[in-house]
């Protein structure tokens, strides 16, 4: 074994537990109104969040696996065109691989999770709707999202075009992800934190008051079982 | 070997080593080291998800995960207030820088010893 490795090994094992800790949220429960195939977002798995800050004199990666919720597919000939659709983020479970920078990132004078638990967004419309690709038991679309994003307390219209919906039968191919059809969403997107009220000194030398969020989500229709979803 | 010759080669290995483990671990801004909760963020996908996402048109690019990969990375700058976290290129020059101070620092004082002593004779 390397001093490098010795080192590691030594940090891992005194690394306190609580650091780890984020408190898992219920997935939102899909509205009785909403009709259509209702898909439920897979935690735990793969990064869903990922998301940058490229400021002058810093860059800020982070990423979380932690995001519940479910969409509401439209008709079958345009399941694109979505009856609904509602995410949660955890704001505790975004990590960024240092630990003093992600305490400082959920505090008070940032996130405030304390106060703010969770980062919302909720789907209003669909628009620009158009076929992608399809095949046998596949269709994936390309689609504008318009809908409401909630942090930090605040409430603001977000419209995230190019976003690309894809809709898949249950398949030998589908089951080795999970269960059930299932769905997938993928865009890229921008927040501005000041439209938030997030304001902060280090802004913008340290942190770029404009964060650039990838997101990857992977749905079935089949809830997922307690142990799809573990906790830390 | 006198000791500040002995302390400045110390001195420069140090700066050696840390500039080297800087490097080698990826030249990143900041000391971090292998995170639980960074790794249970990203469990990652299988081949086949892969596959299947790129058979249905989304594609998989890479992004900028692997620069907050859950791994050990000696920083530019400290990245924290806990003493694993305090190792970094700059302490470590800082440590060479005081080694070396102290290696001249000895060297004069030999050097006017030994002066004196000359001077005595």
Not at chain 1, 62 to 71: A, D, E, H, P, Q
Not at chain 1, 173 to 181: H, M, R, Y
Not at chain 2, 71 to 88: E, I, Q, T, W
Request: aromatic fraction near 6%; include cysteine; hydrophobic fraction near 45%.
């Amino acid at each position: 074994m390397t001093t490098l490795h010795r080192l590691i090994a030594v940090a891992l094992l005194a690394a306190p537990a609580t650091a780890f800790a984020s408190e898992p949220v219920a997935e939102p429960p899909v509205p009785a109104e909403l009709f259509g195939t209702a898909y439920h977002t897979l935690t735990g798995r793969a990064a869903q969040v990922t998301f940058s800050s490229r400021a002058p004199l810093d860059k800020i990666v982070g990423k979380s696996n932690r995001v519940v919720g479910y969409l509401v597919a439209g008709p079958e000939d345009n399941p694109a065109d979505l009856a609904g659709a509602h995410w949660v983020l955890p704001v505790a479970s975004l990590a960024t691989g240092i630990p003093l920078r992600d305490e400082h990132m959920i505090g008070r004078e940032w996130l405030d999770a304390g106060s703010f638990p969770t980062i919302e967004f909720t789907l209003t419309s669909v628009e620009d709707i158009a076929p992608v690709k399809s095949g046998d038991g596949f269709s994936t679309w390309s689609a504008t999202l318009v809908g409401e994003m909630t942090m930090h307390g605040q409430s603001r219209p977000l419209r995230v075009e190019n976003t690309r919906l894809s809709f898949l039968d249950e398949s030998p191919k589908t089951k080795n992800i999970a269960d059930g059809d299932l769905a997938f969403v993928k865009c890229t997107y921008a927040v501005k934190m000041s439209d938030f009220g997030i304001t902060h000194k280090e802004v913008p030398d340290k942190v770029a008051d404009t964060i650039e969020l990838k997101q990857m989500l992977r749905l079935s229709t089949v809830v997922p079982e307690p142990e799809a979803t573990p906790q830390d | 070997m006198s000791v500040p010759r002995a302390l400045s080669v110390l001195a420069g290995l140090v700066a050696l080593t840390a500039a080297s483990l800087w490097f080698a671990t990826g030249r990143e801004g900041y000391t971090r080291w292998p995170n639980a909760k960074l790794a249970a963020a990203d469990t990652g996908t299988s081949a086949a998800e892969d596959d299947l996402l790129a058979d249905i048109g989304i594609e998989t690019e890479p992004t900028a995960d692997a620069d907050i990969q859950s791994r050990f990375a000696f920083g530019l700058v400290p990245g924290g207030a806990d003493p694993k976290h305090l190792l970094s290129l700059v302490s470590a020059l800082s440590v060479s820088a005081v080694l070396a101070g102290l290696a001249g620092v000895i060297a004069r004082h030999e050097h006017h010893a030994s002066a004196a002593d000359a001077g005595e004779r």
